[in-house]
C-alpha cells in the first residue's frame, strides 16, 4: 500500500464507510496496483499513473481482466473505475497528483443492476427449512437479516443494549459511522424470534448473538449459517445481502415510499439525508412480481 492509498482509506474510515465496501475499494486498488507494475516495473508508485496508463488498463479489463483471462464482466468493469476514478480524485485534492487521469478517459458503459433477493415461496420455503431444523439461534438470526434487513456486519455488533422490545413493539438502534446510525422497528416475527432465542440462551454476552466459540458472532459465522441453509433449500441466490435485498424489495412491493425504505435500509447521502437513488433498484420487478401482474388481467 503506498502513502497515497492509506491517505484514501483514512478518507472512507472517516466517511463511514461499510467495511465491506472498503475492502472492495482495497481489490481493486491490489488489482490495478498488480497490473500496472507489471506493465511498468520501473514505476515506483502507481498513484502516479497517467491518462494513457488507465486506457491501456481499461482495455486490459475489457480483453483479460476477467476470470481465467476472459474478459471482465460489464458490472465489474463499471465498479472498477467507479473505485478508480474516486481513489484518483482523492489523490488530486489532497494535492498528492496534479490531476486527476480517470476523469478524462471515456467510463465504460453502466452494468444494469438487478438485486438478487427471495420470491415469497423462496422465503417460505426458507423458514420451513429453519423450523424443522428447530434452532432458536439460526432461526432468530435469518429472520432478523429478512424482517429488519441489516448488514451481516450490522447484526453481529447488536448489543443488548441496542434492541428493546416488548409483546407489542420493538426496535433496534443499527450504530453506523458518520451518519448512518438508524432506528429499526422490528416487527411480531423478529420479535417472538428473538426473543425466544434469548429466552433460552445460556451464554452471558453484552452482544445479542453469539456462537459457541465466542461471546460475539463473526461476519463469517452468519455467512456460514446461510450457506448451510442454502445448500439444504437449493436456492442457489441465498446470501446474506439477498436477504436484505428481500426486505427492500418487499417493502417497494407493499407500497412504502422510498424516502422510508431508504431509512430503513441505511441508504444516506452525506449530509444525513435517506438516499432514495441508492433504493430505486427494489423498484426493479422480480419473475414473481411480473406474473402476478399478468394474472390481474386474466379472465379466469
Known sequence: ????????????????????????????????RKWIL????????????????????????????????????????????????????????????PDN??????KPPAARRVPKWLSRNEQNALLRELRKDGNKRDYAIIVTLLRAGLRAHELCNLTMDDITMTPRAGVAYIRGKGFKDRDVPLNSEVRSAVGSYLSDRAEESQYVFVSQRSNQLSVRGVQHLVEKYRDRTRIEHLTCHALRHTFGHDLVMADVDLQRVATLMGHFKEDG????????????????????????????
Not at 465489474?76 to 485534492?93: E, K, P
Not at 437513488?277 to 379472465?299: F, K, N
Request: glycine share 6%.
Open 1 to 32: 500500500m503506498t502513502q497515497m492509498f492509506d491517505s484514501f482509506l483514512k478518507h472512507l474510515d472517516e466517511k463511514g464507510l461499510d467495511p465491506e465496501t472498503i475492502k472492495n475499494y482495497k481489490a481493486t486498488w491490489s488489482k490495478f
Open 38 to 97: 507489471q506493465s511498468d516495473p520501473e514505476l515506483r508508485d502507481p498513484g502516479l499513473a497517467t491518462q494513457k496508463d488507465i486506457a491501456d488498463f481499461k482495455r486490459y479489463m475489457q480483453a483479460h481482466g476477467g476470470k481465467a483471462g476472459r474478459p471482465a464482466k460489464p458490472s465489474t468493469m463499471q465498479l472498477t473505475f467507479v473505485h478508480l476514478n474516486a481513489i484518483f480524485r482523492h489523490f488530486a485534492d489532497k494535492g498528492f497528483i
Open 101 to 106: 487521469p480517470v476523469g478524462p478517459v471515456e
Open 273 to 300: 439525508n435517506p438516499n432514495t437513488a441508492m433504493t430505486e433498484i427494489y423498484t426493479t420487478p422480480g419473475v414473481e412480481d411480473l406474473e402476478a401482474a399478468v394474472e390481474l388481467i386474466s379472465w379466469t
